[in-house]
């Protein structure tokens, strides 16, 4: 049984940072990771993903804020939210499944891709 347990985020002024864990409880050798986020009414929709490979991939809205660090290992995801902005305020999930193409993370319905999910952690900045 696979299980996410997640640690980090809560609340920031706008312009802060804030960084979010994810512990797996197996290590995958094989995997696909990611990050979404979802607000009340909308969809949960991806931000961030990483591959087995190594490989990343970050939706337009947190390019260049967002990053998944080297740090992250098989079995601990984690990202760096940096300038934070009223708009990222939403509850944010971490999700696993094995290896799929890191562009899943970001495609549309893109969470049906993912059976493995944390509890999801609000994140909050103020103007």
């Known amino acids: 049984q696979v299980h996410l347990a997640e640690s980090g985020g809560g609340s920031v002024e706008g312009g802060g940072s804030l960084r979010r864990a994810c512990t797996i409880s197996?290590?995958?050798?094989?995997?696909?990771m990611g990050w979404f986020r979802q607000v009340p009414g909308s969809e949960r929709v991806g931000v961030a993903g990483i591959d087995s490979d190594g490989n990343t991939v970050y939706a337009d809205p947190v390019k260049g804020r967002f990053t998944i660090p080297l740090e992250t290992t098989k079995k601990t995801l984690k990202l760096q939210m940096n300038s934070l902005k009223p708009e990222d305020t939403a509850m944010y999930y971490c999700a696993a499944d094995g290896y799929r193409p890191v562009s899943m993370v970001v495609a549309v319905n893109g969470r049906n891709g993912f059976g493995y999910w944390g509890q999801g952690t609000q994140v909050t900045v103020s103007s």
């Open positions: 197996v290590e995958m050798s094989s995997f696909c």
